[in-house]
Structure formats: C-alpha cells, structure tokens
C-alpha cells in the first residue's frame, strides 16, 4: 500500500529522468501495440479511404486563414 503519494511520483520522476531512450525499445513497443490493435481488428480497416472525407473536412476546418489585422 502506498503511504506517501508524493515520494512515490518524486521517485518515479527521478527514474524517467535517470532512463536513457532507447529507439529500438521504443520501435518493439508501438510494432508490438500496432500488431495488438490489428489482432482486435481496431486498427487498418478493409478500405484505407473510408473516411477521408471526414479527415478532409476538419482538416480544411483548422487550417482556415484570417486576414490579418491592421492594427495589430
């Protein structure tokens, strides 16, 4: 059981800093999630196009551009 919260997440802080990246680790781990989330079926489905045009759309939503203003 943890008493002391604060210890604990200051310790693990200390941990992640301490930690060198390791890119071939870190590669094994998203394959591995990629490979987990195409055995459940989540991730890639049949047609890569189906919805696009939905990703399209937001995407022409964010980059709307203003006309800048003169005063500023």
């Not at 490979?35 to 759309?57: C, M, T, Y």
């Amino acid at each position: 059981m943890i008493k002391n919260r604060t210890r604990l997440e200051q310790f693990e802080r200390e941990q992640i800093m301490k930690t060198k990246p390791d890119l071939f680790s870190n590669l094994k781990i998203v394959e591995a999630l990629l490979q987990e989330a195409r055995n459940l079926g989540v991730f890639s489905p049949k047609d890569p196009l189906e919805g696009i045009d939905v990703d399209i759309r937001v995407a022409n939503a964010f980059n709307v551009r203003t006309p800048v203003d003169e005063d500023f």
